[in-house]
């Protein structure tokens, strides 16, 4: 079956830098998204992966291993704005997101 | 209004009630989804339409009930839900024309049955 796993919840410190991790299996892969969510909100859009490596954007970065089916979310210098829940998603072979349950990241002053 | 919308924000059904819930894109997209996001679980793609027509039913219950009357429209009619249907349902669209497609959601909205 397919299947994303993430943690369910994390802590960090205010101007720390945090390591969100995703291991996916899927039927076919033709990328890896991450997505940020409030509560109460809709999840947006931050990062895609599809070549092995690392994608940086501003404060966040995303790293890709294919061969590990392995993704993690880097997030640095955290702000007390970044307490949300961070979705990482895999597109299967028929270009379906196939969803992790999503890690709540708890950022403390 | 740009973006993704969503109406209403909050419904509260008893479980012999009828109601709709109405997604509006504005981005010219081409694919719409409806999905649902039950705490602590991963959301469950529902009904995926593309240019107007369904593409994917996963499963759905027969009591809900999607309608797409353009590629800017969707609707989720519902009848005769069960307590356990209760959940944030959040509408997406996307551009499908290639595999960097980054879905563009609506704000949901909070449907509890009763």
């Known amino acids: 079956g397919q299947n994303i796993d993430q943690p369910t919840e994390m802590t960090a410190t205010e101007g720390a830098i945090v390591q969100i991790n995703c291991t996916y299996q899927?039927?076919?892969?033709?990328?890896l998204f991450w997505y940020q969510q409030h509560a109460g909100e809709a999840p947006t859009f931050l990062s895609y992966?599809?070549l092995d490596g690392l994608e940086e954007k501003g404060r966040f970065s995303s790293f890709l291993s294919r061969s590990k089916g392995y993704s993690y979310l880097l997030l640095k210098e955290l702000q007390m704005k970044d307490s949300a829940s961070y979705l990482c998603a895999a597109k299967d072979s028929n270009y379906q997101l196939i969803w992790g349950a999503g890690t709540k990241l708890i950022i403390k002053p | 209004e740009t973006g993704v919308t969503q109406t209403p924000r909050h419904l509260v059904m008893g479980m012999t009630n009828k109601k709709s819930l109405k997604c509006e894109q504005h981005?010219?997209?081409?694919?719409m989804y409806w999905y649902k996001q039950s705490a602590k679980k991963p959301l469950e793609l529902m009904f995926v339409?593309?240019?107007?027509?369904?593409?994917e039913n996963n499963s759905v219950p027969s009591r809900f009930s999607p309608e797409c009357p353009n590629s800017s429209h969707l609707f989720l009619h519902l009848h005769t839900l069960q307590p356990e249907d209760s959940a944030l349902y959040l509408c997406?669209?996307?551009?499908?024309?290639?595999?960097?497609?980054?879905?563009?959601f609506g704000p949901g909205t909070r449907l509890t049955v009763l």
């Open positions: 992966n599809v």
């Open positions: 899927t039927s076919g892969f033709n990328g």
């Open positions: 339409y593309n240019f107007k027509e369904q593409t």
């Open positions: 981005l010219g997209h081409n694919a």
């Open positions: 997406a669209s996307s551009q499908e024309d290639s595999s960097y497609t980054e879905q563009f």
